[in-house]
């Protein structure tokens, strides 16, 4: 049996939220922070979990979130850093030696499934040479290529996708490219970017549904309505 870890990055200040902090802000009547943390706990293939917060939010997290996840598993909070790349650091130096698989989810997507992540880290562990995973989906729009200003190239739209989180890797090629990303002071926006830079190989997961990140109010809006539409048994 092998072991996997999910670490679940939460330690951000939420500025484009505009003040709050958004894994706390309400989602049919309880924090984003756990939705997101409860579709681990539910999926068969996470042994355990691994929270990262920043240190001032543990009471709240004690108080608001641990009560109400109700998951058996191990959930261990360590306290996270001034970027998503120094929280996620800290999340995987918090794994135990003996975890095989690891899947970083930002806590601030609270519609990921259970069976998305079964679905995920079955495929990364039975199949093919591949050093990690990425949920995305397909870009909807035209992107365009834009120097000061001017579109300098319009590149095939089936070529795009949308990074969204869980990322799931080998835990010891993840530690690994993070070690190296500390050594060469290289701050990425995901996981991907740090393994990709090593020359991993990142494959996509395409995302069966909605999985949208909370970055603005109105974000919230669209996920209660997402999620009125599931109990609708959709
Ligand atoms: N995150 C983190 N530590 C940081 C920055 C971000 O753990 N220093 C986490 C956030 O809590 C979030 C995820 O990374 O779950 C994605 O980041 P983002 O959506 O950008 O959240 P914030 O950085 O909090 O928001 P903003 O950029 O608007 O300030
Ligand atoms: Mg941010």
């Not at 293939?45 to 998951?71: K, Q």
């Not at 090629?173 to 830079?197: P, S």
Request: hydrophobic share 45%; charged share 25%; aromatic share 6%.
């Amino acid at each position: 049996m092998s072991a996997t870890t999910a670490v679940i990055v939460a330690a951000g200040r939420g500025e484009r939220f505009g003040g709050g902090d958004k894994q706390f802000a309400l989602l049919a009547g309880e924090p984003v922070l756990c939705h997101a943390i409860r579709a681990f706990g539910d999926a068969a293939s996470v042994d355990d979990i691994v929270v990262v917060l920043r240190g001032e939010r543990f009471p709240d997290f004690v108080r608001e979130v641990a009560c109400r996840v109700g998951t058996r598993k191990s959930v261990r909070l360590v306290e996270g850093g001034s970027t998503r790349t120094a929280s996620v650091a800290a999340g995987l130096k918090e794994c135990f030696d003996s975890t095989d698989f690891v899947l970083v989810h930002d806590g601030a997507r609270p519609l990921v499934r259970s069976e998305w992540i079964d679905a995920a880290v079955e495929l990364l562990r039975t199949g093919g040479p591949r050093d990690g995973l990425v949920f995305a989906a397909p870009s909807t729009d035209t992107i365009k290529l834009v120097q000061e200003g001017a579109i300098i190239e319009t590149p095939s739209r089936d070529s795009f996708f949308r990074a969204e989180t869980p990322q799931l890797f080998a835990f010891k090629t993840l530690l690994e490219a993070y070690r190296r990303a500390a050594v060469d002071g290289f701050i990425g926006t995901d996981d991907a970017a740090v393994v990709e830079r090593v020359g991993g190989r990142v494959e996509i997961f395409e995302t069966p549904g909605m999985n949208l990140k909370i970055t603005t109010k109105a974000d919230l809006d669209l996920a209660e309505a997402e999620l009125r539409r599931r109990a609708g048994g959709g």
